[in-house]
């Protein structure tokens, strides 16, 4: 009986870009890694094996959120926590990154008027990465909610950002499978 000896990691990074709305100019910059939840597992486990063909375009990464809640995230959150939240289908996603096996990179940027679902003083504070689910559009033009069937891969907290009509937001998040 053959052993298996090497186990599937999952991990990822996240990198949020602040920028001023009309000069594209670097403000801020926070770098951390990410929190892979329960449903990157399941998900991954269903690319592999496929209960339907709907099962591998139903799991894709697709899109990144964010939101106004700051409670710490956990392995088994399947959703922004926010009373407010904005999810905004990813402008890229690359796999092998520079040639790194199992390295996949998303990326989406919110505009000057994208994301601006908070009230004046109102901050930012956390992100998550999900997949597809069964629609291709995202609930109230991006805000709210989640597609139906779709699963976050990661969450995670980061300093509070307001996001009014002057900066944009630009999230990369990399997410990789390996084997230790």
Not at 83 to 106: H, I, M, Q, W
Not at 116 to 126: K, M, P, T, W
Request: hydrophobic content about 35%; proline content about 3%.
């Amino acid at each position: 009986m053959t052993k298996l000896h090497e186990k599937v990691r999952l991990h990822g990074y996240l990198r949020i870009r602040v920028l001023d709305g009309k000069t594209g100019e670097e403000l801020r910059r926070i770098e951390k890694p990410n929190l892979v939840c329960v449903g990157a597992k399941t998900a991954i486990a269903k690319l592999l094996v496929p209960a339907s063909e709907d099962d591998q375009d139903y799991n894709q990464i697709w899109s990144i959120g964010s939101g106004d809640d700051n409670t710490a995230p956990s392995v088994s959150d399947t959703d922004l926590l926010g009373a407010k939240t904005f999810r905004r289908v990813c402008d890229s996603r690359v796999y092998n990154v520079g040639g790194v096996p199992g390295l996949v990179e998303v990326v989406t940027t919110y505009g000057v008027s994208e994301g601006n679902v908070l009230s004046s003083g109102e901050y930012i504070a956390e992100c998550g990465l999900f997949s597809r689910g069964d629609s291709d559009a995202l609930p109230g033009g991006g805000t709210g909610g989640k597609t139906t069937g779709s699963v976050m891969y990661a969450r995670q907290l980061h300093a509070p950002i307001h996001k009014d009509n002057t900066i944009a937001l630009e999230y990369t998040w990399r997410f990789q499978v390996t084997t230790a």
